[in-house]
């Protein structure tokens, strides 16, 4: 394995199999009240596929794709594993897919992107720095 890979594309890879791992079990309720529930299973989508969209665009940066092009390829990306992801849920005892799941996935990918493109060059220097070590600027 190249040393590339393992810095780069390895991330991405083992995020994917715990995405998937988690999607491998029953849904157990999070919350007592039925909002409660949806806004804390709601975030987590948000959240794992900021995560996922964040490290594919690190990774696609590195084979030479311009800023904006890695984050439309990541984002695309992201939301076509938001859609096999709910394919896995159908065969999932226990969890049930649902279109707006990938919704929630690709706002979570599409939140990444915009604080990468915009938050982040406004960023603290500490924090820039922080993120030219991760290959993110």
């Not at 979570?108 to 922080?130: D, E, F, T």
């Amino acid at each position: 394995m190249s040393k590339k890979f393992v810095i780069y594309w390895l991330p991405v890879f083992i995020w994917a199999a715990i995405i998937f791992l988690l999607s491998s079990y029953p849904t157990p309720t999070t919350s007592e009240i039925n909002w409660g529930d949806f806004v804390i299973k709601k975030t987590a989508h948000v959240v794992e596929y900021a995560i996922l969209a964040t490290l594919l665009y690190r990774a696609i940066r590195q084979i030479g794709y311009d800023v904006k092009k890695s984050g439309y390829v990541s984002i695309f990306i992201a939301f076509l594993y938001g859609v096999t992801d709910e394919i896995h849920q159908i065969y999932t005892p226990g969890r049930t897919p649902h279109i707006r799941d990938v919704f929630f996935d690709t706002i979570g990918a599409c939140i990444a992107i915009y604080a990468i493109w915009n938050l982040l060059p406004k960023a603290p220097k500490r924090l820039q720095n922080l993120a030219r070590k991760l290959s993110l600027i």
